[in-house]
């Protein structure tokens, strides 16, 4: 249709999650149009990333060297695990402050229907971590979503299996802080019930 | 947050129509996950379209020539210019071979809301091709939407003011072939009484 490096650029950019052919054609268009030094900047992004930035090959964050700045921290606790699905979703939990153990990044959550099976994501890789006795715990911190829940539960039944003595927790499920009842839908409100805590 | 090679990639992808932040962070994570080649892939197709690919300086079609095929084309009819949005718009057009004229390419359309004004568009450079005594008609080819719609208006209203003599036309609005009455949007329906044809 178009011509041969448009064609290509269409189909490069219709490669990436969530982007059809039409939104390709769009996105291709724009980068078209935008001044040449911006057009190169994003091409220029893309090549750092790739030569310079890889997965920590303990615990899969996003690191510019072999082993993570967190895996490297030697005061940090080595018999938690915190895992999570994507790099983007560890900085949240360490804004927290509450937790000082190391993580793990799946890649993702289980989802049959978009054909991410346990392969696909860093699993036996935690598994194999787990293994250690002087892991004590692991945090199944993926997101309260199907998919997330979904990934928690299949996680949570292969360590119970591999190593019963372990300890397998989820973040609390409940009301966010600053919430109203009156506007909370059921599902988290039944969580936030199931869930209570004796107070004073 | 994260390293800033990574950062970068972020920033330039959110540069992009209709991604946000959350969406360029989706997109940055694919790009380092997928194999070396393929983003690089990706980013050899931005910098080869940037490079090799211009717009024709009549039309604003896409072209890897100071002068798009068309407008270059001897036996295309230079008083008839078909009106269009995107580049994309040209091969549709094309595909009906019930028009033999030349295009001329906005880069979009008028919506204020997004900032897309006048000047933004290549409506002045259309207004002084259209001034040339050779060209007879002018067909608003922009979409059939509330800014295809006031784009067309627009255009429309300013060659008017310069050459009352010129024919300006926009494509008919109706049933699409194959539609059903039954399910049809009574905006279409709307359209398609109004524009009714004698038959037979």
């Known amino acids: ?77 080595k018999g938690l695990i915190c895992v999570v699905e994507e790099p983007g979703d560890i900085i949240p939990v360490e804004r927290t402050h509450e937790f000082d153990g190391l993580y ?11 054909g991410v ?3 696909d994501l860093k699993i036996a890789e935690l598994l194999r971590r787990a293994d250690d006795p002087a892991v004590r715990e692991v945090v199944l911190a993926t997101n309260p979503t199907t998919t997330g829940e ?16 372990l300890t397998v927790t989820r973040p609390a499920s409940g009301l966010p802080v600053g919430a109203d009842l009156e506007y909370t839908d059921e599902v988290t409100l039944g969580r936030a019930l199931q869930g209570r805590r004796v107070i004073g």
Do not use: W
Not at 3 to 8: A, I, K
Not at 18 to 43: C, K, N, S, Y
Not at 104 to 114: C, E, K, Q, R, T
């Open 1 to 77: 249709m178009f011509s041969p490096p448009v064609e290509r650029l269409i189909t490069e950019l219709s490669k990436l999650p969530g982007i059809g052919r039409r939104t390709a054609q769009r996105l291709a268009f724009h980068i078209l149009r935008v001044p040449e030094d911006e057009g190169l900047a994003l091409a220029e992004a893309i090549r750092e990333v790739k030569e310079k930035i890889g997965f920590c090959e303990v615990c899969f964050n996003l690191t510019d060297q072999p082993v993570c700045k967190i895996c490297a921290d030697e005061r940090r606790d």
């Open 104 to 114: 793990h990044v799946l890649g993702g959550a289980l989802s049959p229907i978009d």
């Open 117 to 119: 099976e346990p392969e």
């Open 150 to 165: 979904a990934t928690a539960l299949y996680i949570g039944d292969a360590l119970a299996k591999r190593r019963p003595e």
